[in-house]
């Protein structure tokens, strides 16, 4: 079992960045593919970024390459998504999840509770 807790949202301009962060205990961060979802009112959860386990590779949506940064802490058994550049169409509730690199939601076994970034303009 694998238990995540997200936070680091909040309130921002557009522009701004924040940083989010999942701590995971039950299972080191090292051994679990980790990733991060999104959903705004009224729309589907989307893919936002994952990361491999052993810290290598990095996927992201087209929407925010070049903006957002997965990365994780083995130490800390943390995942980070650095957010950078922040639009207005970023607004949503961010999820972390484990167990899997894919872009579908219904890939990954474990599941955080949530933390609301909003972007006002």
């Known amino acids: 079992q694998v238990q995540l807790v997200e936070s680091g949202g909040g309130l921002v301009q557009t522009g701004g960045s924040l940083r989010l962060s999942c701590a995971a205990s039950g299972r080191t961060v090292s051994s679990i593919s980790a990733g991060w979802f999104r959903q705004a009112p009224g729309k589907e959860r989307e893919f936002v970024a994952a990361i491999k386990w052993g810290g290598g590779s990095t996927y992201y949506a087209d929407s925010v390459k070049g903006r957002f940064t997965i990365s994780r802490d083995n130490a800390k058994n943390t995942v980070y998504l650095q957010l950078n550049t922040l639009k207005t169409e970023d607004t949503a509730v961010y999820y972390c999840?484990?167990?899997?690199?894919?872009?579908?939601?219904?890939?990954?076994?474990?599941w955080g509770q949530g933390t609301q970034v909003t972007v006002s303009s």
């Open positions: 999840a484990a167990g899997s690199t894919s872009t579908r939601a219904e890939n990954y076994s474990y």
